[in-house]
């Protein structure tokens, strides 16, 4: 940890103490004069000196606790991405979004098993608004019964935030089925309700 204190004018630095240094040194005509008055002073160069531990510690340890205790949990998404190249047939693309501070790591299990190839990611990527995502994809050539899985580890979470894959069905399937289920169960209610009020309707009429 080092202490720095600069003098400028037109910013243009004259003079600067830097505690590694252990004096002031001066980097203009003016500065040179003050650099040589001041490290007279025995007195205050061990002042300067001091503002490592009183000054520069206490500040930087309030700061990294601050910092350090606002942390973010990632959203994470797993989800198939198709492919233009490759030696394997499918991809997954698993992402993480919303995250802070911005240290992470993204690993790939496949039953298991670390996977160490075939394996591409991104560099954490500022979002703008103080929090990140990364993306990290893996191509695999799949096999019945295995198990792929994304695991997350960031500091806001004390366990690894792990992702299994369903290679049954893909999510924007899951996703039609599910639209065209919700609207088969509506066109029965309205053709029961239809028939319902047909046969009331009818009743009346023949009585």
Request: glycine letters at 6%; proline letters at 4%; one cysteine or more.
């Amino acid at each position: 940890m080092v202490y720095l204190n600069s003098y400028s004018f037109n910013k243009v630095v004259d003079v600067q103490f830097n505690s590694t240094v252990g004096k002031f040194v001066g980097y203009t005509e003016e500065g040179v004069k003050y650099a040589e008055n001041w490290n007279k002073d025995q007195a205050f160069l061990q002042q300067r000196k001091a503002q490592v531990d009183t000054y520069c510690r206490p500040n930087a340890q309030n700061h990294d606790s601050a910092v350090r205790d606002k942390t973010v949990k990632p959203k994470v998404k797993l989800s198939s991405v198709k492919q233009a190249e490759g030696r394997h047939p499918a991809v997954l693309m698993c992402s993480a979004y919303e995250f802070y501070p911005k240290k992470i790591k993204v690993s790939w299990l496949r039953d298991g098993t670390l996977m160490t190839t075939d394996v591409t990611s991104t560099m954490e990527m500022a979002n703008g608004n103080w929090y990140y995502q990364i993306h990290s994809e893996l191509e695999y050539t799949p096999k019945s019964g295995e198990k792929i899985s994304c695991v997350v580890e960031h500091a806001s979470s004390s366990q690894p935030i792990v992702k299994d894959w369903n290679p049954s069905m893909p999510e924007s399937e899951r996703n039609k089925i599910a639209i065209g289920s919700s609207g088969l169960v509506l066109g029965i209610i309205i053709a029961a309700a239809g028939l319902i009020y047909y046969k009331k309707k009818s009743s009346g009429q023949w009585r």
